[in-house]
């Protein structure tokens, strides 16, 4: 057997959620799942557990759960719904739907309000986990697969792919994560090496044309970086594979210390030289399918991005080509942002034309360049709403920051609604209420702050 050890009652809501899925299997499933790595991560799992099961389904991606996509759920009618990354904070909105509903989600609940037999609710944070660090939304679709067919533990490389884009990695995977992985290695479906973990080929590319790590001075000024290390006698386009453990070690050096330069927390510095892992089918190691998973997810091209991770080589090659174009877009962002952002006392804040880059720009300023002691918001304007995305970073989480809490709070208040993760949370807010929510939320994230620190 390849059981896990999961909680008790997380196990009783899997079986309970695997018996309305056969019980519903020969009618079309209805699957709704998140737009990023973790999202389409979860899609991909998600397709293979159906597709096994002889399950017709109709899948799709989306950026947000709203009232508008549900008006569309209801005109089609099906008879079961699954949402992955996502549904968590929407329960009553799901209870308008005519079907039965799965929420696969690991996003913060603020009840178990829904284990009623219409909505089986999937959240392992509600069961103990804490969902930010120990299990994501690809691995809860992943426990949800392996527990309707233990075949779906090929599938590991995929849902650790999903766990990775929500950045569940730095520090090593946690709860279980750590158990999914364990095991899969025990199984033989990845396997691990320790190396220089980077995009590029070689040092030029990595530091030119790839925005994580971003280094700030450096990204996209290739002549600025030459300049700097030509002396170190290092060959800037050699490709890595033909660099000895010198040469590696000198690269590890180089880029770590322009990490370090720049005030980067050691979780994301540890990360040049650190333990990869890879499918052992494909041979794509779980960074890479993460990475071409996202740039496929925020360029809507959520086909290739699930193709790609079932292992079609055409989408995979189209994938890569997306990444490049959406590299670009991404670097040239950050440059700007370099400049500057707009700072308030215990927030930092820009605003962004392309809502698709929004959720990626804000995480990459928190990590890579912006202040440390204080969570990044970036917002676009999209009709008539301004949607948000913040990130924080565990040090902040552990000095009592709360993002979901925040921006749950402000955007109720201002007409919205938000939700997600302590260290990462997003929000929907009216246009007309953009200064309102930001100074509520500024308001909150300082009171946070204050009673951690009056407590130690």
């Not at 009232?67 to 089609?76: A, P, Q, T």
Request: hydrophobic share 40%; proline share 2%; with cysteine.
């Amino acid at each position: 057997m390849t059981e896990l050890d999961l909680n008790v009652k997380l196990q009783e809501r899997l079986d309970e959620a695997k018996k309305l899925l056969l019980d519903k299997r020969h009618s079309v499933v209805r699957v709704v799942s998140h737009y990023d790595s973790d999202g389409v991560s979860s899609a991909a799992v998600l397709s293979v557990m159906l597709k096994r099961l002889g399950c017709p389904f109709h899948l799709s991606l989306s950026r947000s759960l709203d009232s508008i996509l549900i008006g569309k759920l209801r005109k089609e009618g099906s008879g079961l719904h699954i949402f992955s990354d996502m549904g968590s904070a929407q329960i009553p909105l799901l209870r308008e739907l005519e079907g039965d509903v799965i929420v696969l989600d690991h996003h913060k609940a603020e009840a178990d309000d829904a284990a009623d037999g219409k909505i089986v609710h999937v959240n392992a944070s509600l069961f103990g986990a804490n969902g930010t660090t120990d299990v994501s939304g690809s691995t809860t679709s992943f426990i949800m697969a392996q527990n309707v067919d233990e075949r779906n533990w090929d599938c590991a490389p995929q849902a650790l792919a999903g766990a990775l884009g929500d950045m569940q990695h730095l520090g090593g995977f946690r709860g279980i994560n750590a158990q999914i992985l364990k095991k899969a290695i025990e199984l033989g479906f990845i396997n691990e090496r320790r190396m220089l973990a980077v995009q590029g080929k070689n040092l030029l590319e990595t530091v030119n044309h790839t925005p994580e790590p971003y280094f700030a001075g450096f990204t996209g000024r290739a002549d600025l970086f030459l300049g700097r290390f030509r002396d170190t006698g290092i060959e800037m386009e050699k490709p890595y594979s033909e660099y000895d453990a010198d040469d590696l070690r000198m690269v590890a050096s180089i880029l770590t210390t322009l990490l370090a330069s720049n005030g980067c927390e050691y979780e994301n510095v540890e990360q040049i030289i650190s333990t990869q892992y890879f499918d052992s089918n494909t041979g794509m190691s779980i960074s890479e399918i993460s990475s071409l998973a996202n740039a496929c997810g925020r360029t809507e091209n959520y086909s290739a991005g699930i193709s790609m991770e079932l292992g079609d080589a055409a989408a995979q090659e189209k994938a890569r080509e997306l990444r490049v174009d959406y590299n670009r877009r991404i670097i040239s962002r950050l440059m700007e942002l370099e400049k500057g952002i707009e700072q308030m006392s215990s927030i930092q804040h820009f605003s962004t034309d392309d809502s698709s880059l929004a959720g990626a720009l804000c995480g990459l300023y928190m990590s890579f360049i912006g202040r440390k002691d204080k969570p990044t918001l970036a917002y676009s304007l999209a009709g008539n709403d301004y949607k948000i995305s913040a990130r924080g970073t565990r040090r902040l989480v552990e000095a009592g920051l709360d993002l979901a809490e925040s921006l749950s709070v402000s955007a109720s208040r201002f007409g919205g609604q938000g939700g997600g993760h302590v260290v990462a949370s997003g929000a929907t807010v009216p246009k007309d209420n953009l200064k309102g929510f930001l100074e509520s939320v500024n308001d909150i994230t300082s009171k946070q702050l204050e009673k951690a620190a009056a407590s130690r």
